[in-house]
């Protein structure tokens, strides 16, 4: 049984940073891709990052240069760091992983921007 579980959400302030983490119940590096979306409410999941075990990675225009997305192989962790965030940043962010054409889904956090 794969699972990942994400955290790190929460409420923070406009230009503030937060730092999501998404763990695994196998090696992070036995996925071929992964990747965090996100939620707003009323709109569509997105894709906010990605990574392939390759080490090439991509990002959603909207946070490109404000967002960094990372793997820890001795924590097995995958990172979303968040810098200058934005009230439109705001929604339910969840943990991707692809596994041989299969995708596993955290629960998802729900990351808050507002003043």
Do not use: H
Not at 15 to 40: E, H, K, P
Not at 58 to 72: C, E, H, L, P
């Amino acid at each position: 049984q794969v699972n990942v579980v994400e955290s790190g959400g929460g409420l923070v302030q406009p230009g503030g940073s937060l730092r999501l983490s998404c763990g695994a119940s196998i090696s992070i590096f036995s996925f071929n891709v992964m990747g965090w979306y996100r939620q707003a409410p009323g709109k569509e999941r997105e894709l906010v990052a990605r990574g392939t075990s390759s080490g090439s990675t991509n990002y959603a225009d909207s946070v490109k240069g404000r967002f960094t997305i990372s793997r820890d192989r001795a924590k097995n962790t995958m990172y979303l760091q968040m810098n200058s965030l934005k009230p439109e940043d705001t929604a339910v962010y969840y943990c991707n992983a692809n596994l041989y054409g299969n995708d596993y889904w955290g629960k998802g956090t729900l990351v808050t921007v507002s003043s």
